[in-house]
Every structure is written in structure tokens, then in C-alpha cells.
């Protein structure tokens, strides 16, 4: 293979990237859009035609700045597309929706056991399967007219290669479409018929096709297209080639998603928003998630620059808190995000928000049983502090954090590059010192006495 730069395309819900990362491994160019999520009647779709153009526009960029000669996928969870010929069926859902009560309850009902594909009931369209039914009951004729189910990073690599292939690591990601026991499809894909519209599986990373890319000039280039990986999984993949072995990483992002590989798969409580994720070499791996991301930039308020020690500890001293949750998902479903004590705003508020996110991810290793390394990556770095209160709660484990933010499209480089026999990465992550706040030990046993009232307060309401 040559020693030319690498694309790779990051596909997040909120912002989609591209990096392009050159043969020992350093970022050359990067350039970032928003998907635009549209109304169809009375869906939310994507739009898939303008994000293409992007991507195609970008590049044509970077092939002719660089020598780019190869392109692969990192894309985020539960979201599909169906194909038939050169085209979609349907436009790609966004999952952020929620099936009509009616429908719900029909296609709930027909969702496999937990103990078969390790995926708890969500709403929405976190389990995208859930999602898939849903498409049926609009309208029964529109798998007919599909030939094949693609998941999110393969219809991006369809549309650059014109082929159709399945990957394990998205179709293991909380879909219900898969049995990570067995290795195989789930119960519902044979009970639906859809076995024989998966694609055959393609290794992430390995090379399934070309893509040719006309440029300014009038030359057209051809280069070869990778298949594309689940974008949380890419960073697990990643941290393990830089040589981390037994640790939890803690993947930031739209979502925090909390891996613990040294976690058995009996330990995960559904009602927990607890699953198994599945490697891209086919291995379930014990996952808790919630949405963090999403959960800081609505209890912040937006807030989008780093936080001051000092701000967290001006929140801790005066006995502010942010309580679950924000979003729908995680491990306190059903809750509606909001404040306790004094009122907060602007820098502070951001503080309590940071603090709220660092406590559900403490919370959340508690639950998935980490003891060993941690391995924090994703945008929550950002914010300057996460790591090191992290670092401050568990003072049992060394937390080490990536110089790097951008694990999923590492990882998704790293795949190519080691389906050529030569990684360039080396491992840079620095080991967080735990931040010198006060008082932080009793803000956390507050908070969750808070979170304990405010659970029991639920439980006793259902049974009333």
C-alpha cells in the first residue's frame, strides 16, 4: 500500500468531520459541517444529498492538496438506510423520534430477550431495529421494494463504492439485530425476513472498493474505499493498537459510552441502559451509556468554552447541583433534568453541568464494575476539567487522558492503516492529575443521596 494520506470521514449526529491523517499518523487538514436533519410530513430525516455534496467537495480538496488516495467511515450509532439499485427507499431516519404510541407498542412486543442481543429497550430509535419495524408498519410494501439494509457507515461506504457489505461492530451496537452470543443475526432479523437483505460482512477497514474523484483541474483520480466502523467502537480499537490492554475507556462524544471489557455480561441490568457493544473482531464487551454530551451543552446552556477551578469550586461551596437527566437514554430514564440549591448562571452554571456529567460517568463506572485503567477520549476533553474531577473520584485508578480527541477517527484510520501492515500511531496519552477542589468528595455523596430520593420517589408514584 502506499504512503499516502488517509481520509477519513467522522460522521457524528451533531457535527460530521473530516480528517486527513498522513502516513506516520498526523493530522494534515480537517475540515467540519452539520448534517442537516430535515422535516418529511411528519418525520425527521436526513439530508443525505447535501452531506454527500460536502463530502464529495471536500474531497476533491484534499486528493488534490495532499496525494489523499484512500477514504474510510466512522459513523454514529443507531441509524440506517434502505437500498435497492443505486438508490434509497426511504430517507435515513433520525433516531431522535419516537414511534406513535400505538405502533409502539406492537413492534416493542416483538423485540428479542435481552439474554439474546444484550440490547435494552430504549426509546426513540436507539435501538434501531426498533426503528426498522417502525418503517414496516408505515407502510408494509417498502421492504419489498428494498434489496438490502444498510447500517449507517456502510451506506456511506455504498455510496462511494457502489458496494454493499455489513460490518459487526455497528450491527452489535444496541440494534437488537444481532445475538453477540451466538455471532450471528438476531431472532428478529429471521422473524422480519431481512436475513437475506444483510450484506455479506466486510472487516472495518478492510478495502471493498474505489471511489473516482474528478478535480478542478479536470483530472480524475481513483482511490480506494475502506469499510467504515461504529465511531465508539473505533476508539476502543484504538486505544487497544497503542497498546492499552485491561482498561475502561470512556468515549465522549453526543454520548458518553463507558466500555469495561473486564466486566462480565451478567453484570448489565438493562433498566440501566446497559448492553453489550461488539468489538469489530466480533467479542461483546460490557457497555453503559448516557447521553453526556448532549446532557452538558443543555445544562450549560450552551456554555462552549473551558471551565475555571474556580467556577466548580464556587458551585461545590454554595450547593448547586445539576440532577438527571437531560436526555432521554442513560442510566436514570424517565427523569427530567433540573437544578437543585442556589441558582447558577453562565460560567457557573457550566461548572455544575461539568460536574453533573463527571458524576454520572462515576456513577457509571460504578455500575459497569471498572477497577482498572480509564482511558478518557471525545470532546468532553475539551472542557479542561472533566478529566481531572474524574481523576479526583476515582482515586483508586489511573485516569489517563488523549493529547488527541478524536479516538473514533483514529481508530478508523488505525483499521486501514493495519490492513496495510503499518500503523504510524504511537501511544501519547498523558495520566490526569486530580484537580485540588475542595469539598468535592461531599458534593458527591450529596448528589447522589439527591439522585437515591429522587429514584425512590419514582418507584414509590409506579406502585401507587
Given at each position: 500500500m502506499s504512503p499516502s494520506p488517509i481520509a477519513v470521514f467522522d460522521l457524528g449526529k451533531t457535527n460530521s468531520k473530516l480528517f486527513v491523517l498522513s502516513a506516520d499518523g498526523k493530522v494534515i487538514d480537517e475540515s467540519r459541517t452539520?448534517?442537516?436533519?430535515?422535516?418529511?410530513?411528519?418525520?425527521?430525516?436526513?439530508?443525505?444529498?447535501?452531506?454527500?455534496?460536502?463530502?464529495?467537495?471536500?474531497?476533491?480538496?484534499?486528493?488534490?492538496?495532499?496525494?489523499?488516495?484512500?477514504?474510510?467511515?466512522?459513523?454514529?450509532?443507531?441509524?440506517?438506510?434502505?437500498?435497492?439499485?443505486?438508490?434509497?427507499?426511504?430517507?435515513?431516519?433520525?433516531?431522535?423520534?419516537?414511534?406513535?404510541?400505538?405502533?409502539?407498542?406492537?413492534?416493542?412486543?416483538?423485540?428479542?430477550?435481552?439474554?439474546?442481543?444484550?440490547?435494552?429497550?430504549?426509546?426513540?430509535?436507539?435501538?434501531?431495529?426498533?426503528?426498522?419495524?417502525?418503517?414496516?408498519?408505515?407502510?408494509?410494501?417498502?421492504?419489498?421494494?428494498?434489496?438490502?439494509?444498510?447500517?449507517?457507515?456502510?451506506?456511506?461506504?455504498?455510496?462511494?463504492?457502489?458496494?454493499?457489505?455489513?460490518?459487526?461492530?455497528?450491527?452489535?451496537?444496541?440494534?437488537?439485530?444481532?445475538?453477540?452470543?451466538?455471532d450471528d443475526f438476531s431472532s428478529l432479523v429471521d422473524r422480519m425476513g431481512w436475513r437475506g437483505k444483510m450484506p455479506a460482512f466486510a472487516r472495518a477497514g478492510s478495502l471493498i472498493g474505489t471511489h473516482r474523484v474528478s478535480l478542478d483541474d479536470g483530472r480524475s483520480v481513483e482511490i480506494a474505499v475502506h469499510n467504515g466502523v461504529h465511531d465508539s467502537n473505533a476508539a476502543l480499537y484504538f486505544y487497544r493498537s497503542l497498546g492499552f490492554s485491561d482498561f475502561t475507556l470512556v468515549s465522549t462524544g453526543t454520548w458518553v459510552i463507558v466500555f469495561n471489557p473486564a466486566s462480565p455480561l451478567e453484570r448489565l441490568d438493562p433498566a440501566r441502559d446497559m448492553l453489550a457493544n461488539v468489538t469489530v473482531d466480533h467479542q461483546p464487551v460490557a457497555t453503559i451509556r448516557f447521553m453526556g454530551g448532549r446532557e452538558y451543552d443543555v445544562a450549560s446552556g450552551g456554555w462552549a468554552r473551558p471551565v475555571s477551578v474556580e467556577a466548580v469550586a464556587a458551585v461545590i461551596a454554595k450547593g448547586a447541583f445539576a440532577l438527571p437527566s437531560f436526555a432521554a437514554g442513560g442510566p436514570m430514564q424517565g427523569h427530567a433534568g433540573r437544578f437543585s440549591g442556589p441558582v447558577v448562571d453562565g460560567e457557573e452554571r457550566a461548572a455544575a453541568a461539568l460536574l453533573y456529567v463527571a458524576l454520572m460517568t462515576d456513577q457509571s463506572l460504578d455500575l459497569i464494575g471498572s477497577q482498572n485503567t480509564i482511558v478518557i477520549d471525545g470532546g468532553l476533553v475539551k472542557t479542561g476539567l472533566y478529566a481531572a474531577i474524574l481523576a479526583v473520584l476515582r482515586p483508586g485508578q489511573t485516569v489517563h487522558t488523549s493529547a488527541n480527541p478524536e479516538g473514533s477517527a483514529f481508530g478508523a484510520a488505525a483499521l486501514v492503516f493495519d490492513a496495510s501492515g503499518s500503523n504510524p500511531f504511537v501511544n501519547d496519552c498523558a495520566v490526569a492529575a486530580p484537580a485540588a477542589i475542595a469539598g468535592i468528595e461531599a458534593y458527591r455523596q450529596d448528589w447522589r443521596r439527591q439522585v437515591e430520593v429522587m429514584t425512590r420517589g419514582e418507584i414509590r408514584e409506579k406502585r401507587a
Amino acid at each position: 500500500m502506499s504512503p499516502s494520506p488517509i481520509a477519513v470521514f467522522d460522521l457524528g449526529k451533531t457535527n460530521s468531520k473530516l480528517f486527513v491523517l498522513s502516513a506516520d499518523g498526523k493530522v494534515i487538514d480537517e475540515s467540519r459541517t452539520r448534517p442537516i436533519w430535515k422535516r418529511l410530513g411528519d418525520l425527521s430525516v436526513l439530508d443525505d444529498a447535501a452531506l454527500f455534496a460536502w463530502m464529495e467537495g471536500e474531497l476533491a480538496r484534499v486528493v488534490a492538496n495532499h496525494g489523499v488516495d484512500r477514504i474510510t467511515f466512522s459513523g454514529h450509532g443507531c441509524t440506517f438506510a434502505l437500498v435497492a439499485g443505486d438508490a434509497l427507499v426511504h430517507p435515513v431516519l433520525d433516531y431522535e423520534q419516537e414511534p406513535p404510541s400505538d405502533i409502539a407498542g406492537r413492534i416493542d412486543a416483538l423485540m428479542p430477550d435481552f439474554g439474546e442481543t444484550f440490547s435494552p429497550p430504549l426509546p426513540l430509535g436507539f435501538n434501531y431495529g426498533r426503528h426498522l419495524l417502525w418503517l414496516n408498519e408505515r407502510d408494509p410494501a417498502l421492504f419489498g421494494k428494498a434489496d438490502t439494509i444498510l447500517a449507517y457507515p456502510q451506506f456511506w461506504s455504498w455510496k462511494f463504492s457502489g458496494c454493499t457489505v455489513s460490518e459487526v461492530s455497528y450491527l452489535g451496537c444496541h440494534s437488537h439485530l444481532w445475538a453477540p452470543l451466538a455471532d450471528d443475526f438476531s431472532s428478529l432479523v429471521d422473524r422480519m425476513g431481512w436475513r437475506g437483505k444483510m450484506p455479506a460482512f466486510a472487516r472495518a477497514g478492510s478495502l471493498i472498493g474505489t471511489h473516482r474523484v474528478s478535480l478542478d483541474d479536470g483530472r480524475s483520480v481513483e482511490i480506494a474505499v475502506h469499510n467504515g466502523v461504529h465511531d465508539s467502537n473505533a476508539a476502543l480499537y484504538f486505544y487497544r493498537s497503542l497498546g492499552f490492554s485491561d482498561f475502561t475507556l470512556v468515549s465522549t462524544g453526543t454520548w458518553v459510552i463507558v466500555f469495561n471489557p473486564a466486566s462480565p455480561l451478567e453484570r448489565l441490568d438493562p433498566a440501566r441502559d446497559m448492553l453489550a457493544n461488539v468489538t469489530v473482531d466480533h467479542q461483546p464487551v460490557a457497555t453503559i451509556r448516557f447521553m453526556g454530551g448532549r446532557e452538558y451543552d443543555v445544562a450549560s446552556g450552551g456554555w462552549a468554552r473551558p471551565v475555571s477551578v474556580e467556577a466548580v469550586a464556587a458551585v461545590i461551596a454554595k450547593g448547586a447541583f445539576a440532577l438527571p437527566s437531560f436526555a432521554a437514554g442513560g442510566p436514570m430514564q424517565g427523569h427530567a433534568g433540573r437544578f437543585s440549591g442556589p441558582v447558577v448562571d453562565g460560567e457557573e452554571r457550566a461548572a455544575a453541568a461539568l460536574l453533573y456529567v463527571a458524576l454520572m460517568t462515576d456513577q457509571s463506572l460504578d455500575l459497569i464494575g471498572s477497577q482498572n485503567t480509564i482511558v478518557i477520549d471525545g470532546g468532553l476533553v475539551k472542557t479542561g476539567l472533566y478529566a481531572a474531577i474524574l481523576a479526583v473520584l476515582r482515586p483508586g485508578q489511573t485516569v489517563h487522558t488523549s493529547a488527541n480527541p478524536e479516538g473514533s477517527a483514529f481508530g478508523a484510520a488505525a483499521l486501514v492503516f493495519d490492513a496495510s501492515g503499518s500503523n504510524p500511531f504511537v501511544n501519547d496519552c498523558a495520566v490526569a492529575a486530580p484537580a485540588a477542589i475542595a469539598g468535592i468528595e461531599a458534593y458527591r455523596q450529596d448528589w447522589r443521596r439527591q439522585v437515591e430520593v429522587m429514584t425512590r420517589g419514582e418507584i414509590r408514584e409506579k406502585r401507587a
